[in-house]
């Protein structure tokens, strides 16, 4: 019986643009064994995977893409990793704050009861973010402990027996000093829940010995704002190829899908009336061309005035509508594109 020498996983799962969950597929679980490889067999799977998606959805994704080769097959970068960093000194007054705190909040570890909950949470906070999964009541993601391995473990806070916020980590790898401390995930309902979890994972670096520590959240969300209120770093990496990257797999369908989006993001009335003809114009490809840096716009990765400096957007009297319909992530109208490491395939 002939052995499998190379094969690959696709995934089926609704991606945000913004407002809109699209249906959509990804690749993943991408292997050669190594004495079949350079042969050409993954190119022959990629080819025919592409062409089924073709059949099943109009986009489609690649989580941790190998460099110069998903290009090949329509595919391209359209996602800036990006983390905070919190220096501890910075953040000592929470622990103060955190002591003197007489309110009915406070912080425990959590239960899988908790994590409907969390969900919930999850969802109302980065609901319009694009990249983002919607998560099922049912979702777990965390990956469990053994031995030699942490596994996930997370933190909840709670106000008046109410979930608030929660943060995620790695437990502590056995008989091992932590050398960093990375949170992959924490989401608040406000702004005192926030600083809540900042004040438990800043003395847990106390304990430590660390003077940093990692959050894995968008600049843009309240744990980010608060973060840039108490003082951190933003870090963000801009991959030439590989990384997170998506490809328009049926131009009409997918714009027409996302033209209720769009529409949204016209903020400025006098736009209004001009919507419906600058679309065919979109949908026909005659203000973006290439779906390379149509992705990029509608993801929120480049701007216009992105596409303009790379020749990808040509100026028309269409201009100030292709302005509002692609601000860019992090804008008034389009939140900080984010795929969070949980939702990761």
Same mark, same amino acid.
């Given at each position: ?8 996983? =696709? ?28 042969? @050409? ?7 025919? *995977? ?7 959805? !109009?986009?489609?994704? +690649? ?18 990793? &990006? ?17 003197? $705190?007489?309110?009915?909040?406070? +912080? ?5 009861? !908790? ?9 109302? &906070? ?7 999964? =919607? ?10 402990? &053994? =031995? ?7 933190? =909840? ?62 600049? !843009?969300?309240?744990? @980010?704002?608060? *973060? ?44 209004? !009336? ?9 949908? /026909? ?9 149509? +992705? ?7 701007? /216009? ?22 601000? @860019? ?9 984010? &795929?969070?490491?949980? $939702?990761?395939?």
């Amino acid at each position: 019986m002939a052995e499998p020498v190379s094969d690959l996983e =696709i995934l089926s799962f609704q991606q945000r643009f913004g407002s809109v969950a699209v249906s959509a597929e990804g690749i993943g679980g991408v292997e050669t064994l190594p004495a079949f490889r350079n042969r @050409g067999y993954m190119r022959k799977l990629l080819t025919k *995977a592409s062409a089924g998606m073709a059949e099943r959805v !109009d986009v489609g994704f +690649v989580s941790e893409g190998i460099t110069h080769l998903y290009e090949k097959f329509g595919f391209v970068s359209c996602l800036n990793e &990006a983390h905070l960093v919190l220096k501890v000194r910075q953040l000592e007054p929470l622990l103060v704050k955190r002591s003197a $705190d007489s309110t009915n909040r406070h +912080v425990r570890p959590y239960t899988l009861d !908790d994590l409907p909950k969390m969900v919930t949470l999850y969802n109302g &906070a980065h609901a319009q973010r694009p990249w983002t999964h =919607i998560r099922h009541p049912s979702w777990n993601r965390l990956q469990p402990q &053994a =031995i030699w391995n942490p596994g996930s473990t997370a933190i =909840i806070v709670e106000e008046n027996e109410h979930l608030a916020g929660y943060a995620i980590f790695k437990g502590t790898s056995f008989g091992q000093p932590a050398s960093s401390f990375t949170v992959d995930e924490l989401t608040a309902k406000d702004a005192n829940s926030a600083q809540r979890l900042l004040a438990e994972l800043t003395a847990h670096c106390w304990d430590l010995r660390l003077s940093e520590f990692t959050v894995r959240e968008p600049i !843009d969300s309240l744990v @980010g704002w608060e *973060a840039r209120r108490l003082g951190c770093e933003y870090r963000q990496v801009f991959p030439a190829t590989g990384e997170m990257m998506g490809a328009i797999l049926n131009r009409s369908r997918l714009l027409q899908t996302l033209e209720p989006e769009l529409r949204r993001r016209v903020t400025y009335e006098r736009l209004f !009336d001009e919507h419906e003809m600058a679309f065919t114009a979109l949908q /026909a490809g005659e203000l973006v061309p290439d779906n390379h840096a149509l +992705v990029r716009l509608l993801l929120g990765f480049w701007s /216009a005035a992105d596409a303009q400096l790379a020749g990808a957007l040509s100026p028309s009297p269409h201009t100030p509508i292709c302005t509002a319909w692609f601000p @860019g992530g992090g804008s008034e109208s389009l939140q900080t594109p984010y &795929a969070h490491k949980l $939702d990761r395939y």
